[in-house]
């Protein structure tokens, strides 16, 4: 079991939404990722919310100062639109980067860092929303926009394109702390071969406790139900612990 | 420990290998040098680190004739570390992406798990452990498709394993001043600092 604590960005700035709206500034994101690591955390997500939105580059000074106080891996998301970009993630000090966005502009993207830094290094991040008919649709533009592709579809399209994992996100639960869209995790773990990440609606233990009993993805990530502290990463950790 | 020891860690000109020298600089370890396309011949250890593919790789090393210098250097009795790509290019070939000559300085070849995990999601991401000596090593991380696999194992190797989805696979040799472990210990917190402390220690 993966617990991945998560940093959602805002230039220099710890934040969090509410289903990916009302960003509030929580303070320096190396902090937080310090602190997370010193507690035990397996791995750290840090996710730039708005470089993709406003055409900026990732902020490598950002990702240095976080993987400066780290030894965990460190997974990079957010305006990454070139092999350039990448590059300069990963000297920066990220260990992985999650594409999404631009996939739906140039899919090739994943086979080049595939063939440069292996196939582990590559995750396809994934913003789910629920349509009316029951099934679920890929956002992107950091939940803004529609796609009008079936996430399932997706899921098993960027397996076969070469991802390493995916990272899921949904943007109806996202930063309400109502619990893990389930439904939305075992439709895409049952579709899939490579780990994926469940990401948005922790509130609590008994969130994650759930999800892992009703289905057994690969990690799951938790962003501000620990900025909060409504869970820890000791809690976590033992419920880790009891799982072994 | 002599911390005056003098360590070379190969880059193969991408990726992240800061980690690696962040690692030793943990432990109390100043002499790192991150390198490129310079010289070998003055490192206490070298170190092949964990970043990025195996033909790439490659193609980095035989651009900078170092195949001769690595080979040189373990030759001379001292020591090497492979990490997780690192170790799987001391075998002789990989069939990531495409069939891809390596350094053959262990008899080996290196297979996709996907060959024996079925039940299981691949990659194998995440903590697992290592026996070895008939004592588990926990709470090591491991990122990889790719497993090395041993020709001739004999009473010069010490060997250990990792099981994922009821499989044994190799996570960890040590042969003479050769040392090479499937997971990155530079990536595993505390448990990380313990493995890479002992290795330059002993």
Same mark, same amino acid.
Do not use: A, E, M, P
């Given at each position: 079991m993966r617990y991945i604590a998560r940093l959602d960005l805002k230039s220099d700035y710890l934040i969090k939404s509410i289903r990916y709206e009302g960003l509030r500034n929580l303070g320096k994101p190396e902090k937080y990722a310090k602190k997370y690591f010193e507690s035990g955390t397996t791995e750290i997500l840090l996710i730039d919310n708005v470089a993709s939105l406003y055409r900026r580059d990732p902020s490598y000074d950002i990702i240095k100062k976080v993987s400066d106080n780290i030894l965990v891996p460190l997974i990079f998301c957010g305006g990454l639109r070139t092999l350039k970009n990448v590059e300069k993630v990963f000297e920066a000090g990220s260990d992985k980067i999650a594409l999404n966005t631009i996939l739906f502009e140039n899919k090739s993207l994943i086979k080049q860092v595939a063939e440069k830094f &292996?196939?582990?290094?590559v995750l396809a991040s994934i913003e789910a929303k629920k349509t009316k008919n029951g099934s679920w649709e890929c956002y992107c533009y950091n939940g803004r926009e529609?796609?009008?592709?079936?996430v399932i579809d997706w899921a098993q399209e960027v397996e076969s394109l070469g991802v390493g994992e995916i990272l899921l996100s949904s943007v109806d639960f996202d930063g309400t702390h109502l619990g893990f869209d389930i439904e939305l995790a075992k439709n895409v773990v049952d579709a899939v071969n490579i780990p994926v990440v469940v990401s948005s609606g922790a509130g609590s233990i008994k969130d994650v406790k759930l999800l892992f009993e009703k289905i057994n993805p690969s990690g799951v990530s938790v962003g501000s139900a620990l900025h909060y502290k409504n869970l820890t990463i000791n809690d976590l950790i033992k419920l880790r612990t009891r799982n072994e | 420990m002599n911390k005056k020891v003098k360590i070379g860690i190969i880059h193969y000109g991408c990726g992240n290998i800061y980690n690696v020298a962040k690692s030793l600089y943990k432990i109390g370890l100043k002499d790192v040098t991150i390198v490129k396309? &310079?010289?070998?011949?003055?490192?206490d250890v070298l170190i092949l680190p964990g970043v990025g593919s195996f033909k790439n790789a490659m193609l980095h090393i035989k651009k900078n004739d170092y195949i001769e210098q690595i080979t040189d250097h373990i030759k001379s009795g001292k020591k090497l570390l492979g990490i997780c790509l690192g170790m799987q290019l001391l075998m002789q070939s990989s069939e990531e992406l495409q069939e891809t000559k390596g350094l053959s300085i262990l008899k080996g070849k290196v297979l996709n798990l996907k060959n024996f995990i079925k039940n299981k999601p691949l990659p194998h991401v995440g903590l697992n452990s290592i026996s070895l000596d008939n004592k588990k090593f926990s709470q090591l991380y491991f990122d990889h498709s790719y497993v090395a696999i041993l020709k001739n194992v004999n009473n010069n190797f010490n060997i250990g394993h990792t099981l994922y989805d009821g499989h044994k696979f190799l996570s960890y040799l040590k042969m003479d001043n050769i040392t090479a472990v499937q997971f990155h210990p530079e990536l595993s917190g505390k448990k990380g600092l313990k493995f890479l402390y002992d290795f330059f220690i002993n």
């Open positions: &292996g196939q582990q290094s529609r796609t009008q592709i079936d | 396309n &310079g010289s070998l011949k003055h490192f």
